[in-house]
């Protein structure tokens, strides 16, 4: 018991840490529009960051699942006030997710989150997983 949570946390750790220190790519997308907002972004390994808070035209959006993925590294989805979102985050071996401020780590694990959702905004489908490394989502 107390060895085999020994090694997982040596592998959380590593994994981790892997990621953080990865010197991959990096991709920063800013779209100003909602038609350049792309369904799918993909790297190999690195940092993917997807801010929509300068999309002009945030009513565009509602309706719409973009999707994020990546082996090892990093993905962060930074939202403009006025848009909700609904967010599924899979990081399939050691990493953490960071949706709206709530945190969970280990290894394959998966976060649900809908911030919003009551009809007063548009609403955005967001799927974010990787392999190894951190997902987070967040306002600005």
Do not use: C, Q
């Not at 940092?47 to 300068?54: A, G, K, S």
């Amino acid at each position: 018991g107390l060895i085999l949570a020994g090694l997982l946390a040596t592998v959380f750790l590593a994994g981790t840490t892997a990621a953080d220190e990865w010197d991959g790519t990096t991709v920063r997308e800013t779209p100003t529009t909602a038609a350049v907002v792309a369904n799918d972004y993909e790297i190999s390994g690195g940092e993917l960051v997807l801010d929509l808070t300068n999309v002009g035209d945030v009513a565009a959006l509602d309706g719409r699942a973009i999707s994020l993925h990546t082996n090892v590294g990093r993905i962060e989805v930074i939202l403009p006030d006025g848009l909700d979102a609904e967010v599924t985050a899979k990081v399939s071996g050691p990493g953490e997710i960071k949706l709206f401020g709530e945190e969970s780590g280990g290894i394959d694990i998966r976060m649900n989150r809908t911030e919003g959702g009551l009809g007063k905004n548009p609403l955005v489908h967001i799927h974010a997983e990787l392999n190894v490394g951190s997902i987070e989502v967040h306002y600005r």
